[in-house]
């Protein structure tokens, strides 16, 4: 089946970084549209960044210039680098895959696949 496991969260001072991963297995990695969500307290899942098989990025607004999406094949593993952290970047961080969605769907609702999350605090 299915399985995405997140994993680098952790917790950081403004203007920092972190590198998250998801480890997939079960499905065709490389046919799939990946993403990356992330839910603050209180706030709807919101997606930040995509990837498609060719390597095609879409980025949201508020982390565009400061976050990286990519991919190693090689290692069924998706990445999120991301730099210059800010507080309001806090929230647990989603991995998610789907066969049919493309690079420019940024609604949690378009993706099938889901990790359990990894969460990130950003303290000012």
């Known amino acids: 089946q299915v399985q995405l496991v997140e994993s680098g969260g952790g917790s950081v001072q403004a203007g920092g970084s972190l590198r998250l991963s998801c480890v997939a297995s079960?499905?065709?990695?490389?046919?799939?549209?990946m993403a990356w969500f992330r839910q603050a307290p209180g706030k709807e899942r919101e997606g930040i960044a995509t990837?498609?098989?060719?390597?095609?990025?879409r980025y949201a607004a508020s982390v565009k210039g400061r976050f990286t999406i990519s991919h190693d094949y090689g290692k069924n593993t998706l990445y999120l680098e991301m730099n210059s952290l800010k507080p309001e970047d806090t929230a647990m961080y989603y991995c998610?895959?789907?066969?049919?969605?493309?690079?420019?769907?940024?609604?949690?609702?378009?993706?099938?696949?889901w990790g359990q999350g990894t969460q990130v605090t950003v303290s000012s």
């Open positions: 079960g499905f065709t990695y490389s046919s799939y549209c």
């Open positions: 990837i498609d098989n060719y390597g095609a990025t």
């Open positions: 998610a895959a789907d066969p049919y969605a493309i690079v420019t769907m940024f609604k949690h609702w378009e993706f099938t696949y």
